[in-house]
């Protein structure tokens, strides 16, 4: 398949999907999906925005994996100039639930009560969700193609869809509990979260999920991904709050669990060692779904764009970054957590 064909099968793919909402509340269903915001255009990605563009992770599965194109070189991830308007949406929710389940952290959040968590948290799994499950239809579909199987990269595309099956079941727990919060209206009491709010904006924001396997070794922080595994996700939000001023909220279900737990630690215990530069490196390397101010990225230094790109791009899971003690924002600034 070539590069083109691959990039009209995912948009086909992506075009073809229902409301995620459909499952808990298909009567008040609009119509067929909208190209979603998941991090609020008008509230939000103005803020870092720079002629109405921000640098965002070229993030068509088409891109990273035209894994079948024999006729190109091979193309790594990497950021790129979208619009506002363009980015950070995803085709997941009907104009109606777009605007209703989301109706709290579409506007400036002034307090993280119960509800917030649970929106902050809905947002960032059914992004996961979308994504995930249109992954798997699109490897399913090159796959299946004339000559596959005997391309060399076979084995490693049919392994990263096993990988999104896996993710995939957990992300539907995941979005189970919440839905039923949503349904039965009762207040959010099963969607936990850790929030710390720091006294500067940062030039970058992301909405997504992670799934930790381990996080913690003597006095760096490790933050491995483990897809083989069915741990839990952790919903990942850096945001702007209403008084301008970024905020890290970390949501989660899997209370008691072990990895969770020992994520959490290990980024409480790092509160004041640069706390907003860990948030904001961990959500570069690790979200597809990041946002940043444009003139802010191409102004690192080499080395610090190296940093980046590796964590994200790095196919070998089992080597680790040192992210604490990291400046790349150049920033002074105070912390505190306010859930």
Same mark, same amino acid.
């Given at each position: =398949?070539?590069?083109?064909?691959?990039?009209?099968?995912?948009?086909?793919?992506?075009?073809n999907q229902?409301?995620?909402?459909?499952?808990?509340?298909?009567?008040?269903?609009?119509?067929?999906?909208?190209?979603?915001?998941?991090?609020?255009?008008? %509230?939000?990605?103005?803020?870092?925005?720079?002629? +109405? #563009?921000?640098?965002?992770w070229?993030?068509?599965?088409?891109?990273?994996?035209?894994? =079948?194109?024999e006729?190109?070189?091979?193309?790594?991830? &990497?950021?790129?100039?979208?619009?506002?308007?363009?980015?950070?949406?995803?085709?997941?929710?009907?104009?109606?639930?777009?605007?209703?389940?989301?109706?709290?952290?579409?506007?400036?959040?002034?307090?993280?009560?119960? %509800?917030?968590?649970?929106?902050?948290h809905?947002?960032?799994?059914?992004?996961?969700?979308?994504?995930? #499950?249109?992954?798997? %239809?699109?490897?399913?579909?090159?796959?299946?193609?004339?000559?596959?199987?005997?391309?060399?990269?076979?084995?490693?595309?049919?392994?990263?869809?096993?990988? +999104?099956?896996?993710?995939?079941?957990?992300?539907?727990?995941?979005? &189970?509990?919440?839905? #039923?919060?949503?349904?039965?209206?009762?207040?959010?009491?099963?969607?936990?979260?850790?929030?710390?709010?720091?006294?500067? !904006?940062?030039?970058? !924001?992301?909405?997504?999920?992670?799934?930790?396997?381990?996080?913690?070794? #003597?006095?760096?922080?490790?933050? @491995?991904?483990? !897809?083989?595994?069915?741990?839990?996700?952790?919903?990942?939000?850096?945001?702007?709050?209403?008084?301008?001023?970024?905020?890290?909220?970390?949501?989660?279900?899997?209370?008691?669990?072990?990895?969770? @737990?020992?994520?959490i630690?290990?980024?409480?215990?790092?509160?004041?060692?640069?706390?907003?530069d860990?948030?904001?490196?961990?959500c570069?390397?690790? &979200?597809?779904?990041?946002?940043?101010?444009?003139?802010?990225?191409?102004?690192? @230094?080499?080395?610090?764009?190296?940093?980046? +790109?590796?964590?994200?791009?790095? !196919?070998?899971?089992?080597?680790?970054?040192?992210?604490?003690?990291?400046?790349?924002?150049?920033?002074?600034?105070?912390?505190?957590?306010?859930?």
């Amino acid at each position: =398949m070539t590069r083109k064909e691959l990039e009209e099968l995912d948009q086909k793919i992506k075009a073809n999907q229902t409301c995620i909402a459909h499952s808990f509340d298909a009567a008040n269903c609009s119509g067929g999906p909208i190209s979603s915001h998941s991090i609020a255009r008008s %509230e939000q990605l103005k803020l870092i925005a720079e002629s +109405d #563009k921000v640098c965002v992770w070229n993030g068509s599965i088409s891109k990273c994996f035209h894994l =079948m194109d024999e006729s190109e070189g091979s193309v790594k991830t &990497s950021f790129e100039p979208w619009t506002i308007k363009k980015a950070s949406t995803f085709e997941g929710f009907c104009n109606h639930h777009d605007t209703q389940l989301f109706n709290r952290i579409d506007k400036p959040i002034t307090i993280f009560d119960d %509800e917030v968590v649970l929106q902050l948290h809905y947002r960032a799994m059914s992004y996961e969700y979308f994504h995930k #499950k249109t992954s798997i %239809e699109f490897l399913e579909k090159i796959l299946s193609s004339d000559g596959a199987d005997k391309n060399l990269l076979y084995d490693m595309v049919e392994t990263t869809k096993e990988r +999104d099956v896996i993710a995939l079941n957990d992300l539907k727990k995941e979005i &189970s509990v919440c839905e #039923k919060a949503f349904s039965t209206k009762n207040a959010n009491k099963d969607v936990k979260a850790i929030v710390f709010s720091f006294d500067v !904006m940062a030039p970058v !924001m992301c909405t997504g999920g992670w799934v930790p396997a381990y996080t913690i070794d #003597k006095k760096i922080v490790l933050f @491995q991904e483990d !897809m083989k595994s069915i741990a839990p996700l952790i919903g990942l939000t850096l945001g702007i709050d209403a008084n301008n001023k970024s905020f890290w909220a970390l949501t989660y279900t899997a209370d008691n669990d072990t990895n969770v @737990q020992k994520f959490i630690e290990s980024v409480k215990r790092y509160k004041n060692k640069r706390l907003l530069d860990i948030a904001v490196l961990f959500c570069l390397q690790k &979200s597809q779904n990041s946002c940043c101010r444009p003139s802010w990225y191409n102004g690192l @230094q080499k080395w610090r764009k190296e940093f980046i +790109d590796r964590g994200f791009n790095e !196919m070998d899971e089992s080597l680790h970054e040192r992210v604490v003690g990291v400046n790349l924002l150049n920033l002074a600034y105070t912390v505190k957590r306010v859930v």
